[in-house]
């Protein structure tokens, strides 16, 4: 039973005293707190922000992993450099680099084509489905539980994609309590445009990431194509740009502290509403554990591309971001431990059920909630494993294709309604996209030896965690593990993709049977895989089925104290708000909120990754910036900060301003803040973005593109 006191879902979702800078919203919450909204300084009308067919927010578009806006009515589209980082190392080779050199394309036939797994998506509809889903969910536990909402999902999506172009799916809120009908146009045919060179739209590397203050100038422009018929469509010459609904303007003008920002994207996951025992596993096993396995590969891949110049180009993108990931991971650790988050999170979940024990709703509540936690118990009991073989497969090219190739066989065998999500008729595109993209992101000494670095770790686990079929294949000791992989990988033909896309449109039965060596080996290990996947999903029907219960006492709970209660981020669409705010980081340490290039040239050492172009250091020294320097300083702005709430696909996401117009490009938070997905601080809590200002100066006196500066409104000076 549902607390009473409740009410309806969007008196639930919003409390009284809102702060300005926390909150991922759903569009469908914006008009509720329009009155905040208004008094922050937003010009607009917060019911047109409700509506996803209407401008801004059917501007906003999901690129790959993260966010993208489109910026002209002819299919241009900003986002970030680090973004479309794959798109730039898929068409890079040791004689035409492009990470290092940047690109420039001068007119349309110019513009390269994206890896063939790059989608470019735009939201049309997202609508609510709670009572379709839990219907046929009602009564059952467990794997059933799953397989009902599994089920009507994919009835759901199947009947959405109907309509040619269109890319469904649900997307639940709250852990299970509301689902939603998420309706997206799918652009298949995305080119790249202009890129800058690596010094400048990653300028600081890992040694700025995640660090205040930034100078990176990191975006980079794409644009979408469909077919002659205007419908979506792959990849060809005689295609023609999409035509959005609508695009963002940006603005002649820049902001200053005190200034209000609005920011919609996509943001990946946040876990604000996890439980106390998730927090402790997070901060004692899970971040220490993920980050020292990911700096093992990253030094493979490191130590590996020095001797082989070619071999680091194309495992320059898969190093960008275990990077990016190891910083923000061990980020997050440090911010969870200086916030004191476990015993925080502790302590406010023991109040929240001291309150529930005194509400009518407790005892249907409770049990509930202590299963919730027994299940959790029961994930941790084989966390190892289940990282190292989900890198396994992550972390690889080959392997994964050959796993991905054995699963899709398995299930062709079934009715495509009982298809495994992911394996559908449906995604049979996308995964010819993730095979043909594999030639130029494949090494086998680098493959192998992260395979060796994961596999050694998976040999040493108690027999618990252990699975049979990968002692059997791998053996018990480096010694046959490392024998394994020379004659695996010595006897197989996927490293050709005529050969991988060949055994793409094979029947089920000849991939059983096939004599390739890594074929067989993925043959072999699939069952074990399979058998892990089952286990899964039973822990997550229960979880779904449960966790409600938990966020019905959280949120009448925290409704109770007038704090904020959204929906923790999914990749959904969703809009924060605040101003351009300075940081004060700690004791004696105060940042001001905007940079400029005089701190290129303060950075610069001439060696990477301070080795800041001759072009951009020339047109710094000439100090031409008429028509984008601050009115009152003078100075050329670079990067700001703001209060926005933002995480892991808020990258790319534009910044707008009190008018609606694109200002800013987010792509960072700072250091102090990295461990927002999970708690959220407003001391520390900031985001940082490249200033408009320096995109279009850098396009019009550095590395100039008129054409595309005259396409997006603001014609060079």
């Not at 004689?95 to 063939?116: K, W, Y």
């Not at 700096?295 to 275990?322: F, M, N, P, V």
């Not at 502790?346 to 027994?374: C, F, H, K």
């Amino acid at each position: 039973m549902r607390l009473k006191t409740m009410g309806l879902a969007m008196a639930m979702l919003l409390a009284p005293a809102v702060q300005a800078d926390e909150g991922m919203w759903m569009p469908s919450q914006l008009p509720a707190i329009g009155k905040q909204l208004r008094a922050a300084g937003f010009q607009g009308n917060p019911a047109d922000l409700a509506d996803l067919t209407r401008a801004p927010l059917n501007a906003v578009v999901k690129v790959g992993g993260a966010t993208g806006s489109f910026v002209s009515d002819e299919g241009l589209v900003l986002t970030n450099h680090h973004v479309a980082f794959g798109v730039i190392q898929y068409n890079s080779n040791a004689q035409r680099d492009l990470i290092q050199n940047g690109f420039v394309s001068h007119e349309r036939s110019e513009e390269l084509p994206a890896n063939p797994d790059f989608r470019l998506r735009v939201t049309t509809g997202f609508d609510k489905i709670t009572e379709q889903v839990l219907a046929a969910a009602r009564g059952k536990t467990g794997r059933a539980y799953f397989d009902a909402v599994d089920a009507i999902s994919k009835t759901l999506v199947a009947e959405c994609e109907r309509e040619p172009g269109m890319r469904c799916s649900v997307v639940n809120m709250f852990y299970g309590r509301d689902f939603y009908l998420v309706k997206q146009l799918e652009l298949r045919d995305v080119r790249l445009v202009y890129a800058p060179p690596r010094a400048i739209g990653n300028y600081g590397d890992e040694v700025d990431n995640f660090v205040w203050p930034r100078h990176a100038g990191d975006f980079t422009l794409l644009r979408a194509y469909v077919g002659p018929d205007g419908k979506p469509a792959d990849y060809a010459k005689d295609n023609v740009p999409y035509h959005p609904p609508a695009h963002l303007q940006l603005a002649r003008e820049g902001v200053r502290e005190g200034d209000f920002v609005m920011l919609a994207g996509y943001p990946g996951i946040t876990y604000r509403h996890r439980t106390a025992a998730e927090f402790a596993d997070q901060v004692q096993w899970r971040l220490p554990a993920t980050v020292q396995v990911m700096q093992q590969l990253q030094h493979i891949i490191e130590d590996t591309g020095r001797d082989d110049r070619q071999a680091a180009i194309r495992y320059a993108s898969q190093l960008q971001s275990l990077k990016n990931n190891i910083k923000r991971f061990q980020g997050e650790l440090d911010g969870l431990k200086r916030s004191d988050a476990v015993a925080v999170r502790r302590s406010d979940e023991d109040a929240m059920m001291a309150w529930l024990a005194a509400q009518p709703q407790a005892g249907t509540l409770r049990p509930q909630i202590d299963q919730v936690n027994q299940l959790i118990a029961s994930v941790n009991a084989t966390r190892e494993r289940d990282l190292l073989l989900t890198l396994m497969s992550s972390q690889t090219q080959l392997m994964r294709s050959a796993i991905l190739l054995q699963r899709l066989a398995h299930e062709r065998d079934r009715p495509d309604a009982q298809r495994e999500a992911g394996y559908q008729m449906r995604d049979e595109d996308l995964i010819a996209g993730t095979l043909r993209q594999v030639q130029r992101r494949y090494d086998p000494l680098i493959e192998k030896r992260l395979l060796i670095a994961l596999l050694t770790r998976y040999q040493k686990l108690p027999d618990a965690q252990r699975l049979q079929a990968f002692d059997t294949a791998f053996g018990r000791t480096p010694e046959s593990l490392a024998q394994k992989l020379d004659q695996v990988y010595g006897a197989t033909h996927l490293g050709d993709e005529a050969q991988r896309l060949a055994w793409l449109k094979a029947e089920p039965a000849a991939l059983g049977q096939s004599n390739d060596a890594l074929l067989s080996l993925a043959a072999q290990l699939l069952p074990a895989l399979l058998r892990m996947e089952d286990e899964r999903k039973a822990r997550e029907g229960d979880l779904l089925r449960l966790r409600p219960a938990y966020m019905d006492a959280l949120i009448a709970y925290r409704e109770k104290q007038g704090r904020a209660v959204y929906p923790d981020a999914n990749a959904t669409l969703r809009v924060s708000y605040g101003k351009v705010t300075p940081l004060k980081a700690r004791d004696g340490v105060q940042y001001e909120p905007l940079t400029t290039t005089a701190g290129i040239v303060e950075k610069n050492t001439g060696v990477a990754p301070f080795d800041a172009p001759r072009p951009l250091l020339d047109a710094i020294a000439k100090g031409d910036y008429e028509g984008y320097a601050d009115a009152k300083s003078g100075a050329m702005p670079v990067d700001f900060l703001s209060n926005l709430d933002t995480t892991g696909g808020n990258s790319g996401s534009p910044v707008l301003n009190a008018r609606g117009e694109l200002v800013g490009l987010n792509f960072d938070s700072n250091w102090e803040a990295v461990s927002a997905s999970w708690m959220f601080d407003p001391r520390y809590k900031r985001a940082i973005h490249v200033d408009m200002r320096y995109m279009r100066w850098l396009m019009d006196k550095v590395y100039p593109a008129p054409p595309l500066l005259k396409e997006m409104g603001v014609p060079a000076r």
